[in-house]
Protein backbone atom coordinates (compact mmCIF):
# COMPACT_ATOMS: atom_id res chain seq x y z
CA UNK A 1 0.00 0.00 0.00
CA UNK A 2 1.12 3.74 -0.98
CA UNK A 3 0.83 5.69 1.78
CA UNK A 4 0.54 9.51 1.02
CA UNK A 5 4.02 10.38 1.55
CA UNK A 6 5.17 7.32 -1.17
CA UNK A 7 6.02 5.17 0.93
CA UNK A 8 5.49 1.25 0.76
CA UNK A 9 3.95 -0.09 3.61
CA UNK A 10 2.86 -3.89 4.32
CA UNK A 11 1.18 -4.42 7.82
CA UNK A 12 1.69 -7.19 9.49
CA UNK A 13 -1.20 -8.20 11.74
CA UNK A 14 -0.78 -10.89 14.03
CA UNK A 15 -3.80 -13.70 14.09
CA UNK A 16 -4.39 -15.95 16.57
CA UNK A 17 -1.82 -17.82 17.95
CA UNK A 18 0.46 -16.09 15.34
CA UNK A 19 3.42 -14.57 16.89
CA UNK A 20 4.52 -10.77 17.02
CA UNK A 21 7.63 -10.36 16.22
CA UNK A 22 10.07 -12.92 15.20
CA UNK A 23 13.87 -12.64 14.46
CA UNK A 24 14.41 -13.36 9.89
CA UNK A 25 17.32 -13.74 8.57
CA UNK A 26 18.47 -12.95 4.80
CA UNK A 27 17.72 -16.59 3.48
CA UNK A 28 14.11 -16.45 5.30
CA UNK A 29 12.77 -13.45 3.69
CA UNK A 30 14.88 -11.94 1.13
CA UNK A 31 17.00 -8.95 1.53
CA UNK A 32 20.34 -8.31 3.04
CA UNK A 33 20.31 -8.28 6.53
CA UNK A 34 21.28 -5.15 8.81
CA UNK A 35 20.36 -5.76 12.05
CA UNK A 36 18.10 -8.20 13.72
CA UNK A 37 19.22 -7.82 17.23
CA UNK A 38 19.88 -11.37 18.10
CA UNK A 39 23.11 -12.93 19.30
CA UNK A 40 24.49 -9.67 21.36
CA UNK A 41 24.32 -7.89 17.69
CA UNK A 42 22.48 -4.88 20.16
CA UNK A 43 25.83 -4.03 21.28
CA UNK A 44 26.78 -2.05 18.17
CA UNK A 45 24.39 0.50 18.33
CA UNK A 46 24.43 3.00 21.28
CA UNK A 47 21.78 5.86 22.42
CA UNK A 48 22.20 9.50 21.68
CA UNK A 49 19.74 12.58 22.77
CA UNK A 50 20.09 16.14 22.01
CA UNK A 51 21.59 16.30 25.40
CA UNK A 52 25.03 16.10 23.61
CA UNK A 53 23.87 19.92 22.33
CA UNK A 54 22.14 21.07 25.61
CA UNK A 55 18.59 19.87 24.64
CA UNK A 56 16.58 18.29 27.68
CA UNK A 57 15.21 14.94 25.63
CA UNK A 58 15.46 11.81 27.79
CA UNK A 59 14.98 8.09 26.79
CA UNK A 60 16.57 4.84 26.26
CA UNK A 61 17.78 2.24 24.40
CA UNK A 62 16.91 -1.82 25.08
CA UNK A 63 17.09 -5.26 24.00
CA UNK A 64 13.90 -6.45 24.78
CA UNK A 65 12.75 -10.04 25.08
CA UNK A 66 9.11 -11.37 25.05
CA UNK A 67 8.97 -15.04 24.44
CA UNK A 68 10.97 -16.00 21.65
CA UNK A 69 10.94 -13.11 20.00
CA UNK A 70 13.81 -10.00 20.57
CA UNK A 71 14.03 -6.44 19.48
CA UNK A 72 15.29 -2.64 20.22
CA UNK A 73 13.47 -0.66 22.01
CA UNK A 74 13.77 3.22 21.82
CA UNK A 75 11.65 4.99 24.44
CA UNK A 76 11.47 8.26 26.14
CA UNK A 77 10.38 11.48 26.22
CA UNK A 78 11.48 14.35 23.50
CA UNK A 79 10.85 17.78 23.99
CA UNK A 80 12.24 20.40 21.68
CA UNK A 81 13.12 22.82 25.00
CA UNK A 82 16.05 24.53 24.76
CA UNK A 83 16.98 24.12 21.27
CA UNK A 84 16.36 20.31 21.66
CA UNK A 85 14.04 17.71 19.99
CA UNK A 86 15.43 14.08 19.22
CA UNK A 87 16.30 10.84 20.89
CA UNK A 88 17.88 8.36 18.66
CA UNK A 89 19.57 4.83 18.52
CA UNK A 90 22.44 4.87 15.99
CA UNK A 91 25.34 2.59 14.73
CA UNK A 92 28.11 2.13 12.72
CA UNK A 93 27.34 0.67 8.88
CA UNK A 94 29.75 -0.06 5.91
CA UNK A 95 27.96 1.27 2.88
CA UNK A 96 29.44 -1.13 0.76
CA UNK A 97 26.31 -2.95 2.23
CA UNK A 98 23.70 -0.47 1.17
CA UNK A 99 24.42 0.14 -2.42
CA UNK A 100 23.84 -3.53 -2.83
CA UNK A 101 20.23 -2.50 -2.63
CA UNK A 102 17.28 0.14 -3.56
CA UNK A 103 16.15 1.38 -0.15
CA UNK A 104 15.70 -0.36 3.25
CA UNK A 105 13.15 -2.34 4.55
CA UNK A 106 12.12 -2.46 8.64
CA UNK A 107 9.58 -4.39 10.48
CA UNK A 108 8.98 -2.23 13.35
CA UNK A 109 5.91 -1.37 16.35
CA UNK A 110 5.49 2.40 17.08
CA UNK A 111 3.22 4.05 19.05
CA UNK A 112 1.53 6.26 16.15
CA UNK A 113 3.49 8.38 16.21
CA UNK A 114 5.78 10.03 13.32
CA UNK A 115 9.64 8.55 13.59
CA UNK A 116 12.97 9.19 10.87
CA UNK A 117 15.64 6.95 9.94
CA UNK A 118 19.21 9.08 9.02
CA UNK A 119 22.25 7.69 7.14
CA UNK A 120 25.47 9.98 7.78
CA UNK A 121 27.19 10.14 4.56
CA UNK A 122 31.49 10.33 4.89
CA UNK A 123 32.81 13.53 4.63
CA UNK A 124 29.98 15.24 6.96
CA UNK A 125 31.25 17.77 8.71
CA UNK A 126 28.50 18.36 11.27
CA UNK A 127 26.37 16.21 13.60
CA UNK A 128 23.48 17.55 11.67
CA UNK A 129 24.64 17.07 8.17
CA UNK A 130 22.98 14.02 7.19
CA UNK A 131 20.26 12.38 4.99
CA UNK A 132 16.55 11.44 6.07
CA UNK A 133 13.77 9.50 5.34
CA UNK A 134 10.28 9.82 7.84
CA UNK A 135 7.47 7.15 8.48
CA UNK A 136 5.04 6.91 10.19
CA UNK A 137 3.86 4.02 12.88
CA UNK A 138 0.56 2.23 13.81
CA UNK A 139 0.90 0.36 16.60
CA UNK A 140 1.37 -3.04 15.40
CA UNK A 141 4.13 -5.04 14.02
CA UNK A 142 4.59 -3.56 9.97
CA UNK A 143 7.19 -3.80 7.34
CA UNK A 144 7.60 -0.81 6.26
CA UNK A 145 10.37 0.32 2.96
CA UNK A 146 11.84 3.03 2.30
CA UNK A 147 13.32 3.53 -1.57
CA UNK A 148 17.04 5.64 -1.22
CA UNK A 149 14.50 7.91 -3.34
CA UNK A 150 13.19 9.30 -0.30
CA UNK A 151 16.37 10.07 1.40
CA UNK A 152 17.02 13.77 1.54
CA UNK A 153 19.60 16.13 2.26
CA UNK A 154 19.38 17.88 6.09
CA UNK A 155 20.81 20.27 7.57
CA UNK A 156 22.33 22.20 4.48
CA UNK A 157 24.09 18.93 3.50
CA UNK A 158 25.66 20.03 -0.03
CA UNK A 159 25.82 16.31 -1.17
CA UNK A 160 23.74 13.87 -3.60
CA UNK A 161 23.06 11.07 -1.75
CA UNK A 162 25.32 7.67 -2.47
CA UNK A 163 24.33 4.71 -0.48
CA UNK A 164 28.29 3.61 -0.94
CA UNK A 165 28.95 6.62 1.38
CA UNK A 166 27.00 5.74 4.23
CA UNK A 167 28.73 5.95 7.26
CA UNK A 168 25.93 5.03 9.92
CA UNK A 169 22.29 4.51 10.68
CA UNK A 170 20.18 6.39 13.26
CA UNK A 171 16.63 5.54 13.92
CA UNK A 172 15.34 8.17 15.27
CA UNK A 173 12.27 10.03 17.80
CA UNK A 174 12.88 13.94 16.35
CA UNK A 175 11.34 17.62 15.78
CA UNK A 176 8.35 17.47 18.25
CA UNK A 177 7.43 17.18 21.50
CA UNK A 178 6.29 13.78 22.45
CA UNK A 179 6.42 10.90 24.03
CA UNK A 180 8.47 8.08 21.92
CA UNK A 181 8.05 4.46 21.76
CA UNK A 182 9.51 2.34 18.80
CA UNK A 183 10.33 -1.19 18.40
CA UNK A 184 12.52 -2.49 15.80
CA UNK A 185 12.52 -6.47 15.12
CA UNK A 186 14.95 -6.02 12.19
CA UNK A 187 16.59 -3.51 9.68
CA UNK A 188 17.42 -4.76 6.02
CA UNK A 189 18.60 -3.70 2.71
CA UNK A 190 16.11 -4.05 -0.25
Not at 128 to 156: C, D, K, M, N
Request: with cysteine; net charge positive.
Amino acid sequence: MQTRNGMTRRRVLAGAGAALCWPVTAAKAGGLMIEDFTDGEAEAWRYVSDRVMGGVSDGTMQLVRQGADQFARLTGTVSTANNGGFIQMRRALDGALLEQGTGLRLRLRGNGARYFVHLRPSGSLRPWHYFAAEFETSGQWEEIVLPWSRFTAQGGLKATFDPARVTSIGLVAYGADYEALLDVAWVKVE
